[in-house]
């Protein structure tokens, strides 16, 4: 296991340095730089003086070539320096730090409302196998697992924010918080938060629901065809307990390796989706650093966005281990 | 071949053959299969559905069609230019020559431009906007921004979306074919290092790499969007053919085939690749779908096209940004459009992994 381990390891930091030099040496390559899109740059009576420009080009490292720049900015990577945001003036760690809570709030709740509801409703779908309510069912979430969620979001906003403005059923159009939060009592504050969030979650959820729902109801109707169900089903043990026990326990391994693949997603943040909500969170800052040209921060959120994505999938192998005693990496 | 008259035998249905068999049998995807169907007439023929161009015409004693402008601006004949008709056929060909004759398209509207009022010299009124381009008589599906029709947008761009899907998924699906193949079949180093490169691309996140690949392009087209996400789309296929490959490799055929002296690019197209496609036409029915979503939502960030061409997402785009005025059918009709077509290629995906399965191929059904 730890040479696994220490081979993962390894072939990751490999992986990432290579995915790292791609996407740097593609960022450096779009048209403008950071000191293009800077607003102070738009104000001509701001306008900074040509020593100025080239104190400025100096700091950024945009006078190496990108590969040269490459390396400078892995080095300080390496000893966990980020640096600076270039659009927002404040260290690209503490941006992030500003970020994760607003991402984390939507993608954890939406990731613990789905896993609530999609294991039940696959369940559900198992037993009722070819029944009306089962078909019904399924085409409900196969539709909303074609909707686009950008489109629902859209829509949701349409009848929510704008159709049901100034009637009881009224939710926010975007943001986190309303203007005066601040000066709300903390229940005023809560209940802001929340119905903030209900839009967002709702497209987060639905598309996910049926994926989820299909995927326990795919790996149940495996696992119901084995010797060892009919023998439990023989003993005459309960329907309930061969479903949960002898059944769903089974399904658990693709579920684990599931879970590891979201991990990234937890974190990365929906970008489109956060973009319509105007939602403060990751995927909305990385679409705005590459709006301002902000490497640094580009390449802090990538290199994050990467590194969960490799944990995710060692975690699931890794998981695989405990779930399954059948496997080992010895 | 034997003269064998006196022995008929019916050769067994080939793979293909049963799996489009039980494909036909599955009701909805059949459905979504004469869908994409329907959208790729109106694809073609979308200048004769909706345009300002007389689809044929007769002006001065010749015959013209002026809407195969629409498909090539060189292709609409120069005399309309040189005879200033500025883009508006009906008023100026009656001016002009008396003698003419036009057939028009369903629906005179253009997605180019909005059509302004007395085009037909009767006076009739400009195509509105804002709240007033709500869906009426002359506006099937409304207008967007300064009075451009809707239908007509959607109608010209149901081209973009299809050509987006097939594309882009056609460029991921060689480049993923290939890779596979040449990993799977060679083996060795050549597989370890692909299937390392394959493991990189899947590894940066899809949307970062889509984004920061069109930032690079100065001035992306809607082509260059389709290569972008051709080329970050094609490893799942790749993964797919190469353990297809590794498979098949090893399998008595190809060992006969080989004692047989068959050449190396005989085995792999003619004995290897037949057999290795099934199941990368699922991942390819998905993909288009996966493309034509990501092509919208790029649009929708404002990635998208130009904004003289039209597409489902520059629509849908226009309507987010007057959101808050609440002119839903700018939102409603292309998001159905979208929806659609996403739900008829996971329909065709479904369909094509059932019908392939080997493993739901028993005779019973």
């Known amino acids: ?330 | 071949m034997s003269d064998s008259a006196d022995t008929k035998t019916t050769p067994s249905p080939g793979f293909w053959r049963e799996a489009w068999q039980r494909y036909r049998r599955r009701r909805l995807s059949m459905f979504a299969l004469y869908f994409i169907g329907l959208l790729s007439l109106v694809a073609i023929c979308s200048p004769m559905i909706a345009g300002t161009k007389p689809i044929v015409c007769k002006y001065k004693g010749n015959i013209y069609f002026p809407c195969m402008g629409y498909f090539n601006t060189n292709w609409e004949n120069p005399i309309f230019q040189k005879d200033r008709f500025r883009r508006v056929y009906p008023r100026n060909l009656k001016r002009k020559d008396p003698q003419s004759w036009a057939i028009w398209p369903l629906v005179y509207q253009d997605p180019y431009r909005p059509v302004r009022s007395n085009e037909w010299g009767n006076g009739e009124a400009g195509n509105p906007f804002g709240s007033d381009g709500r869906p009426s008589r002359t506006n099937w599906f409304g207008t967007y921004k300064t009075g451009y029709d809707i239908f007509a947008s959607m109608v010209h761009g149901t081209k973009i979306a299809l050509l987006v899907g097939f594309v882009s998924t056609g460029i991921a699906a060689i480049l993923g074919i290939a890779v596979g193949a040449f990993a799977g079949y060679v083996g060795g180093w050549v597989d370890i290092v692909l299937s390392r490169i394959i493991e990189l691309v899947m590894c940066m996140p899809s949307l970062v790499l889509i984004l920061a690949l069109i930032a690079v392009i100065d001035q992306p087209t809607i082509w260059h969007m389709m290569i972008v996400l051709g080329l970050t789309g094609w490893t799942s296929m790749a993964r797919l053919t190469r353990a297809e490959f590794l498979k098949l490799r090893e399998s008595e055929f190809v060992a006969a085939a080989r004692c047989l002296g068959v050449s190396r690019r005989r085995i792999i197209f003619r004995h290897i690749l037949p057999n290795a496609l099934a199941p990368v036409m699922v991942p390819i029915a998905f993909g288009i779908a996966a493309a034509i979503l990501i092509e919208a939502g790029l649009s929708l960030l404002g990635f998208g096209a130009p904004p003289p061409n039209p597409s489902w997402g520059t629509v849908l785009n226009s309507g987010k940004e007057t959101l808050q005025s609440g002119y839903y059918w700018q939102l409603l009709f292309p998001g159905i459009a979208i929806f659609l077509t996403v739900l008829a290629y996971n329909l065709i995906g479904e369909g094509i992994q059932e019908s392939t399965d080997p493993r739901l191929a028993d005779p019973k059904n």
């Open chain 1, 1 to 330: 296991m730890v040479s696994y381990l220490v081979r993962r390891f390894f072939i990751g930091v490999l992986t990432l340095m290579l995915i790292t030099f791609v996407i740097y040496g593609l960022i450096r390559n779009m048209p403008g730089s950071p000191l293009d899109t800077d607003p102070a740059m738009m104000d001509p009576s701001k306008m900074p003086s040509k020593a100025d420009i080239q104190r400025m080009v100096e700091i950024y490292g945009l006078d190496k070539p990108w590969y040269q720049a490459y390396f400078t900015w892995l080095g300080n990577a390496a000893s966990l320096e980020f640096g600076h945001s270039y659009s927002q003036k404040k260290p690209v760690v503490d941006l992030i730090k500003q970020r994760i809570w607003p991402t984390l709030q939507l993608s954890v709740t939406s990731l613990i409302l789905t896993y609530l509801l999609a294991i039940p409703m696959g369940l559900f779908t198992t037993v009722r196998s070819g029944k009306p309510d089962e078909r019904g069912l399924s085409f409900l979430l196969y539709m909303l697992y074609s909707f686009p969620s950008f489109v629902a979001a859209l829509f949701l906003q349409l009848i929510f924010a704008v159709h049901f403005r100034d009637t009881w059923l009224e939710l926010p159009l975007f943001g986190n918080t309303s203007s005066d939060h601040d000066m709300m009592s903390s229940m005023g504050q809560a209940w802001d938060s929340l119905t903030h969030m209900i839009l967002p979650v709702t497209c987060f959820t639905y598309g996910a629901l049926a994926y989820y729902c299909r995927f326990v109801k795919a790996n149940m109707e495996e696992v119901i065809q084995q010797d060892y169900i009919r023998t439990a089903k023989a003993k005459g043990l309960g329907p309930v307990r061969i479903l949960l026990h002898h059944a769903f326990r089974n399904t658990l391994i693709p579920f684990v390796t599931l879970l590891g693949l979201t991990l990234p997603g937890l974190l990365s943040g929906a970008i489109i989706l956060e973009q319509i909500f105007n939602w403060p969170g990751m995927g909305e800052l990385f679409f705005f650093s590459i709006g301002t040209r902000d490497y640094p921060t580009m390449m802090a959120l990538t290199l994050m966005f990467s590194i969960l994505t490799l944990l995710g999938q060692l975690l699931a192998d890794i998981l695989y281990v405990f779930v399954d005693p059948r496997i080992s990496y010895t």
